[in-house]
């Protein structure tokens, strides 16, 4: 059973910094592609940064460039989200996903975690 766990979210101040951690079980953790989805109230879910380890392919929304790092702990089965210089409008929930297709930017992602929400004050 594929298991996603979020955690790192809280408030912050704007200029701030967070990481988000994504302990992963019973999946093959550098196999498949792995992404940090957000959605603000109101909003569209969107697709954050994401990674496909094969060919180190990386993705990240433009919103978020220079500010936001993707990364894992192979050791760890953990996927991390280091966000940096935050602003109000990156406050969300956070979710993790993985999925089985090899596109990192589009397509479905199969299995998701359940969210930790980040706020940041201005």
């Known amino acids: 059973q594929v298991q996603l766990v979020e955690s790192g979210g809280g408030l912050v101040q704007a200029g701030g910094s967070l990481r988000l951690s994504c302990a992963v079980s019973?999946?093959?953790?550098?196999?498949?592609?792995m992404a940090w989805f957000r959605q603000a109230p109101g909003k569209e879910r969107e697709l954050v940064a994401a990674?496909?380890?094969?060919?180190?392919?990386?993705y990240y929304a433009d919103s978020v460039k220079g500010r936001f790092t993707i990364s894992r702990d192979n050791a760890k089965n953990t996927l991390y989200l280091q966000m940096n210089s935050l602003k109000p409008e990156d406050t969300a929930v956070y979710y993790c996903?993985?999925?089985?297709?090899?596109?990192?930017?589009?397509?479905?992602?199969?299995?998701w975690g359940q969210g930790t929400q980040v706020t940041v004050s201005s």
């Open positions: 996903a993985t999925k089985t297709g090899p596109t990192i930017a589009t397509g479905a992602y199969n299995y």
């Open positions: 019973g999946w093959t953790f550098s196999s498949y592609p």
């Open positions: 990674v496909r380890w094969s060919d180190a392919t990386i």
